[in-house]
């Protein structure tokens, strides 16, 4: 709830639409969890159902802040492409490969390490390009920073807890670690809240000589 909160007293008047899109990432945690809580306690198998749908819907947030966030080129436009892929992945082992009945690892894992890449290329754009201290001070660059960590982090977890899930003390370990990361993903977030909009002179702006792809300036 922390980031909501601050998103309401920091935030709320911003015309971002990159936040607007974290705002209801956020919700839509906040209601995933509460439903897989439900779920986890009722020992329902449906609760498989929502884990593969809420990787689905993670990942359509995740590209919609980098459509928002990313200068037009090249890599911009392949996000509508790469989701359309993802999302026929998905799909498949849902239904063909998985067969709804058991954490889909792989699914899980492909979104993750897609979402890093992501992550990486932003960050080494905006810091080849601009001013050091200006990129550390915007709000999107701490919304990456909390993504790139939170996802680096769960990345191995996500990927055994198809053939562990069943273990008891696996069981346990993957309660704490992913609660760990959830914890540090939200106080990151609330900080990302607490950055100023950066000012339209200070923005970057794309460099559209294409001698180099990640070639940025800071527009005068």
């Known amino acids: 709830m922390l980031?909501?909160?601050?998103?309401?007293?920091?935030?709320?008047?911003?015309?971002?639409?990159?936040?607007?899109?974290?705002?209801?990432?956020?919700?839509?945690?906040i209601i995933?969890?509460?439903?897989?809580?439900?779920?986890?306690e009722i020992r329902s198998a449906t609760i498989f159902i929502v884990f593969a749908l809420f990787s689905l819907a993670e990942f359509t947030f995740f590209c919609l802040f980098f459509r928002y966030v990313l200068s037009p080129g090249l890599i911009r436009k392949s996000i509508f492409f790469i989701w359309i892929l993802f999302s026929l992945f998905t799909l498949i082992d849902f239904f063909l490969i998985n067969k709804k009945s058991s954490f889909d690892s792989i699914t899980v894992g492909v979104e993750s390490l897609l979402t890093i890449l992501m992550c990486i290329y932003y960050l080494v754009v905006q810091i080849k390009g601009a001013n050091t201290l200006f990129v550390y001070s915007t709000t999107n660059f701490w919304i990456i920073i909390t993504f790139l960590i939170y996802l680096s982090g769960l990345f191995f977890l996500y990927i055994m807890a198809e053939t562990m899930i069943n273990n008891k003390a696996f069981h346990i370990q993957y309660l704490l670690i992913n609660s760990v990361f959830n914890i540090l993903k939200n106080i990151l977030l609330s900080i990302a809240m607490l950055m100023k909009t950066a000012p339209v002179k200070d923005q970057v702006q794309k460099n559209y000589d294409w001698d180099n792809l990640l070639s940025y300036k800071i527009k005068n």
Do not use: D, G, T
């Open 3 to 29: 980031p909501l909160v601050f998103f309401l007293l920091y935030k709320r008047h911003s015309k971002e639409k990159s936040l607007r899109v974290i705002f209801y990432y956020i919700l839509y945690c």
């Open 32 to 40: 995933n969890e509460a439903l897989s809580y439900y779920l986890n």
